[in-house]
C-alpha cells in the first residue's frame, strides 16, 4: 500500500490472527514510538488482571471519637480513593451522610486524607503548557467533577453581556465575564485562567454567538474538592473547629467507618477507553502503584513498576527495552513498540475475563467514543473496536478486527513524526478496511 504519508514519517505496524495463531503482517514493528493513547491499553490490561472486574475506587467518611446527639466528639476524615469519576452529585451523597446522622458540630478536626497519593499532580513527562485543558487535570487522590470546571455561556441580546453558569457550584475560583453577545468584531469566543501564576480566576471574552460549555482545570484538585466539601457542609449547618490536611489513622480501633462511596473499575475503564480520558487511565495506574507497592504514597514510578512486573512476569517481555512514564500516554517520554502493544492484546483475548470487559470497553468504528466519526461506512463500521491515541506528531489505533473469513484479528499501528494527524488517521483506516475485508 503506497501512502505520501510514509514518505515523510514513521510507521510501525503488526496485524496477528488469534484465529489461527500466526502473525499475518508486520512491518518495523519492534521499534520504539510513543504510543499516544493507545498506551491504555498496557494500563487497561494489567489492571484487568492485578485488580480485577469486583474492583473499586473508594471514598470514604471516617471518624474517631463519638458521635451524641448533635456533635461528633472527635475528628472526622474525608478519605480520598482516586475516584476519578467523582462528581457533583457525588459530594451531595457525602454531605448528606454526614447530615442524616444529625451531625452538625465536629469538636476536633475535619480532615482531608490525600494520603493514597504523592504531592506530585502531574504525570513525568506531562507538558506544562497544555494546562488549563481539561484532559491534563491536577492528580490527586481527592478529585471534583474530574479537577475542572464546566463553563457553559449562551448569548444574550446584541453588544450585551452572555449568561454565563458554571458546574460545579464553588467559591474556590472567580469568574470574570468579558464577552458580549453577536458581536463578531469582539474575536473568537475564550475561555481560560491566570494559570501561569497558579489562579483560578476564570475570564470568559471574546463573542457569543451560540450556546457554548468548555471544562477548564483548576489549581489544585485537592484544595477544590475540599474547599467545596467544606462550603457544602456550613450550607448544611455543618462546622469543625479546625480544618487540615493529615492522614486518616489506619488502626481499626482508632477510626469508624460513616459512610464509603464505591466507583467500580468497569465505571472507570470504559470512560478510559471509549473517551480516551486522561484521568481514568491515571487513576488505575495509581490503584495498580497502591496494590504493588508497600508504600502508602505511591508515585507514577510504583505504577511504572506495577506495568513493568507485569511485562516481566505475564507477558514474558524485558521491561528494560521500552520506557513506562504514565498511565494515559499523555508523557513525552514513553517508547513502546507496537510488538509489545499486540502481547497486551493478544493476552487479553487468550484470556477471556480480562477480554469482555476489554472489548466492551473499546471504541466502536463508526458507533461511539473516539471511533463515532471515523470508518462510517463500510465493512469496518461496527467490526473495528480499537484504541485511538493523539499527541503532537503522534497517531495511534490498536484493536480488534474480524476480517472476511470471519478470523479475529488483532493490529497495532503507530504514525509518528506527522503534522497532520488527519492523514495518518486516514491511513489507519484505510488499512482497517483492507484488514476488515
Known sequence: MQEDILKTSEVGI??????????????????LYRPASVQKIITSVTALSQLGTDYTFDTGLRYSGKIENDTLKGSLYVVGGFDPEFMDEDMDRLTEALTTRGIRYVTDTLVADVSMTDSVYWGSGWCWDDTPSSFQPYLSSLMLNRGCVDVSVSPAQKDSLPLVTCTPVSDYYTVHN????????????????????????????????????????????????????????REKGLEARTYAYADCPVAADSVQTLYTLRRPLGEVLERAMKKSDNLCAESMFYHLAARHSLHRRVTGEDGAEAVRSFMRTALGFNPDNYKIADGSGVSMYNYVSPRLLLEYLKYAYYHRGIFLPLYDSLPIAGVDGTLQNRMKQGKAKGNVHAKTGSVTGVSSLAGYVKAGNGHQLAFVIINQNVLKLSRARAFQDKLCDMLAH
Not at 17 to 26: H, I, K, P, Q, Y
Not at 187 to 197: A, E, F, Y
Not at 205 to 221: A, C, M, P
Open 14 to 31: 503488526t496485524v496477528f490472527d488469534l484465529t489461527t495463531g500466526e502473525s499475518v503482517f508486520r512491518y518495523q514493528d519492534e521499534k
Open 178 to 233: 468579558r464577552a458580549v453577545s453577536h458581536e463578531p468584531q469582539a474575536g473568537r469566543l475564550v475561555i481560560t485562567r491566570n494559570w501561569l501564576s497558579n489562579g483560578n480566576i476564570i475570564t470568559i471574552s471574546g463573542n457569543v454567538s451560540r450556546s457554548y460549555t468548555e471544562k477548564v482545570n483548576i489549581y489544585t484538585s485537592k484544595d477544590f474538592f475540599f474547599h467545596t466539601f467544606v462550603g457544602r457542609l
